[in-house]
Each structure stands twice: as structure tokens, then as C-alpha cells.
């Protein structure tokens, strides 16, 4: 058998970020999840920001039913 050895500490360093930063990531990923979630699982009928074009929709169409959306 044969054994790894790495040289030296291999300790791991945390990465540390300022608290606003951090919200600054934090909202945006909310936003764009936010954003993500409405264009696959709502943006339809009614409720659609792009009116009776249905674009959005069908471009999403098959990921909507593999992620359990109805949308018939």
C-alpha cells in the first residue's frame, strides 16, 4: 500500500468576509433566485409580465413539469 503525505500544515483558512458584503451577496442571490422561481413557475396566464406572449413559458415548458408546476 502506499501512504500520502502532504508537506507541511495543511490547515484550512476561513474566508473572511464583511457583514456587508455578505448581505449584498445575500440579496442578490435572493433576487435572482426570486427571479428564476417566477420565470419557471409562475410567469403564466394572468399573472404573466409579458402579457399573452408566451415565450417564457414554453422556453421553460419541460423544466416546469420535471420540477412538478402545473401548467395545462
Given at each position: 500500500?502506499?501512504?500520502?503525505?502532504?508537506?507541511?500544515?495543511?490547515?484550512?483558512?476561513p474566508?473572511?468576509?464583511?457583514?456587508?458584503?455578505?448581505?449584498?451577496?445575500?440579496?442578490?442571490?435572493t433576487?435572482l433566485?426570486?427571479a428564476l422561481?417566477?420565470f419557471?413557475?409562475?410567469d403564466?396566464?394572468?399573472?404573466?409580465?409579458f402579457?399573452?406572449?408566451?415565450?417564457v413559458?414554453?422556453?421553460v415548458h419541460?423544466?416546469?413539469?420535471f420540477l412538478?408546476?402545473?401548467?395545462?
Amino acid at each position: 500500500m502506499s501512504s500520502m503525505s502532504t508537506p507541511g500544515s495543511s490547515e484550512a483558512t476561513p474566508v473572511v468576509l464583511p457583514v456587508s458584503q455578505a448581505v449584498l451577496w445575500l440579496a442578490g442571490t435572493t433576487i435572482l433566485a426570486l427571479a428564476l422561481y417566477y420565470f419557471i413557475g409562475v410567469d403564466q396566464g394572468a399573472v404573466s409580465v409579458f402579457g399573452r406572449d408566451m415565450h417564457v413559458h414554453e422556453f421553460v415548458h419541460d423544466a416546469r413539469h420535471f420540477l412538478g408546476f402545473p401548467c395545462h
